[in-house]
């Protein structure tokens, strides 16, 4: 750690104004920043700073999505095992590391872009480099399917980074999720790359792992929203038609998004954020109750043409990107109000509107991408009506002095 | 001379109905889905905006000023019909893909702000010259809005494929949300952007 310090001081003459590089000054500064805490402090005045600077802030979200990437990067392998029929000769390395092989790509990929992209505006503005991305740019791979192709996933995130983020001012000032504005540019713009059941396993051998399933049928791809939502019973199968029960479901070795289908992975990321209070618990409970509740009541009614009706609540919150979703996209804190009690409706809005959505309209198998989305607009509204009623409380009990 | 040179001129620029004054956006992203369309609902409104100046500019001395609005109302309706059924008799599939628009450009911002800011006010020749020049303007804007759109939604250009096989065998495919309009809105968005960051005085203070 030290030697590292002693090189960036060693260097960094270089990247000063009037240095042979100091046209790469916010790169280095972005670097700096991110390697050390800056120790710059305030010369005027009386400031309180939380100890925890905003790219630790990111940091911890990022180690949050680890047990959730981990496992993603497992299931990937494990569904290409078991539709291959080879699973009982695969070694838990073997498995794992094809999945890793598989999802890599997307995660240099996302990066790159992303952040190639931030640098280059910071550059051109004479900005400090800003983190955001260091979040988004996990977040992407984590919800797009594994068989997306890379091209599109760059194209996407340059779409989010520049039309989500950086013409509205940058990292946080984003009305959107930006992570959520590349799922749904590449939901709208690559629909056949983004759902149905063709595109959740993975289908190519990489450098000798894993299987090439261009000759094997017999299996289902479908993700479990989708199988319901198209099907005749709430009945979900794992891919090679085994049911599966909701501790499957629970523990996720099913076709999904690569970091959506383990609920246990995300509650791991979930204690993360919440011990090290990054994420607030009012949103994250509050989308469960929301959801809860709304597929409680479709339930109770429950309908005969539509069998996503008829899927019980506690499975509507286990299967697709409810729970990921809950987690790590609507607690977001530049997307998502600032006043405690609006964080309720907010996050309870978001559970009812996923629900909704799933349940409404059968072209959205899955509804959380949208929810948060459209919640993520009315943000800042629910603020102005907390801020402006609790203004008005106090003003009363002023005059009624 | 000079003057009717600029009066031409600026609508196509500087003073660009749809880029600068945000006017007639609503069919802008409406009919931008592919070029053909694009372009002949361009040369239509040309045309009504070139002939409405003209006879508003002819009659200006003539009409009371309460009910102008109504005659320049009946003069824009009767050439906006007389258009569409052109349009229908001549180039039905095209008229089909225009559906309501074309109708619609009754409603047009364009044609109510030229006719009440410049035929209310000037000659005839100039009328014609700032129609055209305006009516050029905004179907500037539509061609390359629906370019874009449409190369990169459909690969195709005038309905000809131009992306080449070998690039879809290699995996490109078509952006399905080009095809969409809220994408319009974003070249659109794109286009403004460009011209106010090419010439600042084009910006709010």
Not at chain 1, 80 to 85: F, K, R, S, T
Not at chain 1, 328 to 339: E, G, I, K, L
Not at chain 2, 87 to 116: H, Q
Not at chain 2, 151 to 178: H, K, R, S, W
Request: glycine share 10%.
């Amino acid at each position: 750690m030290k030697a590292l310090r002693n090189f960036l001081d060693k260097v960094k003459p270089n990247f000063e104004e009037g240095g042979k590089l100091s046209a790469f000054r916010s790169v280095f500064d972005g670097f700096e920043t991110f390697l050390f805490v800056p120790n710059t402090v305030s010369k005027s005045g009386t400031h309180i700073h939380d100890i925890i600077d905003s790219k630790r802030v990111m940091s911890f979200v990022v180690i949050a999505l680890i047990p959730a990437l981990l496992f993603g990067m497992y299931n990937v392998g494990y569904q290409n095992y078991l539709v291959a029929g080879t699973l009982d000769q695969a070694s838990f390395m073997e498995v794992f590391f094809y999945g890793f092989l598989a999802v890599l790509p997307k995660i240099i990929v996302s990066y790159v872009v992303g952040l190639g992209i931030e640098f280059t505006v910071a550059q051109w503005k004479h900005e400090e480099i800003q983190e955001g991305f260091l979040v988004s740019g996990m977040l992407i791979p984590l919800i797009v399917p594994v068989e997306c192709p890379l091209w599109i996933i760059a194209v996407a995130t340059a779409f989010a980074v520049i039309f989500a983020k950086e013409i509205f001012g940058g990292t946080g000032y984003n009305i959107f999720n930006v992570a959520l504005i590349t799922r749904a540019f590449l939901f709208f713009a690559y629909p056949t790359k983004m759902s149905g059941d063709q595109v959740w396993i993975a289908k190519e051998s990489i450098f000798g792992l894993g299987n090439d399933l261009a000759g094997v049928d017999g299996y289902t791809g479908a993700t479990a929203l989708g199988q319901v939502a198209t099907g005749s019973s709430t009945t979900i199968t794992n891919a090679v038609n085994q049911a599966v029960d909701l501790k499957d479901m629970i523990i996720g070795l099913m076709p999904g998004s690569i970091g959506e289908t383990s609920v246990i992975a995300i509650m791991i990321g979930a204690v993360i954020l919440l011990v090290s209070g990054v994420a607030n618990w009012r949103t994250m409970i509050s989308v469960f109750v929301g959801g809860a509740v709304t597929a409680f009541l479709f339930n109770a009614i429950g309908s005969e043409s539509n069998q996503v009706w008829n899927l019980d609540w506690m499975e509507h919150l286990c299967v697709g990107g409810f729970c990921f979703g809950a987690v790590f996209m609507a607690t977001d804190p530049v997307t998502s109000p600032r006043t405690n009690s609006g964080k309720y409706i907010f996050g309870f809005l978001i559970g009812v509107v996923a629900i909704v959505i799933r349940c409404m309209n059968p072209g959205y198998p899955e509804g959380m991408m949208l929810a948060i989305l459209l919640m993520n607009l009315f943000a800042a509204l629910i603020d102005y009506c907390f801020v402006q009623r609790n203004i008005n409380k106090r003003l009363n009990r002023l005059n009624n002095k | 001379m000079s003057n009717l040179k600029e009066t031409f001129l600026t609508p196509l620029g500087l003073n660009n109905p749809v880029a600068v004054q945000v006017l007639g956006i609503c069919s802008a992203l409406a009919v931008t889905a592919q070029l053909e369309p694009a372009i002949v609902m361009g040369l239509s409104v040309t045309i009504i905006l070139a002939l409405a100046n003209v006879v508003i500019s002819l009659l200006r001395n003539t009409i009371p000023n309460r009910i102008r609005i109504i005659v320049q109302l009946v003069v824009v309706a009767t050439l906006v019909t007389i258009v569409s059924e052109v349009l229908k008799a001549f180039a039905y599939d095209v008229s089909v893909a225009l559906s309501v628009y074309v109708g619609l450009i009754i409603t047009n911002c364009i044609l109510m702000g030229r006719l009440e800011a410049f035929a209310m006010a000037n000659g005839p020749v100039e009328s014609l010259i700032d129609g055209i020049g305006n009516g050029l303007g905004y179907a500037i804007i539509l061609v390359i809005v629906a370019f874009i759109r449409e190369l990169f939604g459909a690969g195709t250009l005038f309905g000809c494929q131009v992306i080449p096989d070998c690039l879809y065998e290699a995996g490109y495919m078509n952006c399905g949300l080009m095809l969409m309009p809220p994408m319009a809105l974003i070249i659109l968005g794109c286009i403004i952007w460009a011209m106010r960051a090419k010439n600042p005085e084009l910006q709010e203070k």
